[in-house]
């Protein structure tokens, strides 16, 4: 197995597209720095939750960065209604650290909980952990749609 560093998981995720929902502007400019850095694509970014889920319903990204705490509708609200249109890979990005967070990012379908601040050296790792959580979810999904008397 190949040891994970920031230039594999840079490779490997290299021209996702990236729409980041983070109403702080200084950690939103620090996150497209970090993606674009790592060879992904920036695809827009929301100050709240309503914008991000628009946003993403019309650009349909990779990859979602998404705060918690946000003006309009927090970020759970918003990876909800998201995930409900869309299949996407949702990394939830937040200052809290509390494990009910946590087990609500997870129950509705996040891929990923980063704990801020983050840095950009860890950040595409973190990244592709949790695009890999994303494509075996997915392979699943795709693996029982196609068995005889499975229902999805």
Same mark, same amino acid.
């Given at each position: 197995?190949t ?5 594999t998981? %840079? %490779? ?6 990236v ?7 200084? $950690? ?6 970090? $993606?674009?850095?790592? @060879?992904?694509?920036?695809? @827009?970014?929301?100050?709240? @939750?309503?914008?991000? $889920? ?9 990859? $979602?960065?998404m705060?918690? #705490? ?23 990005? %937040?200052?809290? %650290?509390?494990?009910?967070? /946590?087990?609500?990012?997870? /129950?509705?379908?996040?891929c ?6 983050? #840095? ?10 949790a695009w ?21």
């Open positions: 197995m040891q994970l560093t920031p230039e998981a %840079s %490779s490997a995720l290299q021209g996702k597209c729409l980041i929902c983070e109403d702080e502007g200084i $950690v939103q400019m620090h996150l497209k720095r970090a $993606v674009t850095l790592a @060879g992904m694509q920036f695809a @827009g970014a929301a100050y709240n @939750g309503q914008d991000g $889920v628009e946003l993403a319903l019309a650009r349909q990204p990779d990859l $979602v960065l705060d918690i #705490s946000m003006p309009v509708m927090d970020g759970l609200e918003a990876a909800r209604r998201i995930l409900a249109d869309f299949d996407t890979c949702i990394v939830v990005i %937040s200052a809290f %650290s509390d494990e009910n967070f /946590q087990a609500q990012a997870r /129950q509705l379908g996040a990923g909980y980063l704990i801020k601040p983050i #840095s950009a050296a860890t950040l595409a790792a973190e990244l592709l952990r890999e959580v994303f494509q075996k979810r997915k392979a699943a999904l795709e693996k029982q749609r196609h068995e005889p008397g499975v229902e999805a």
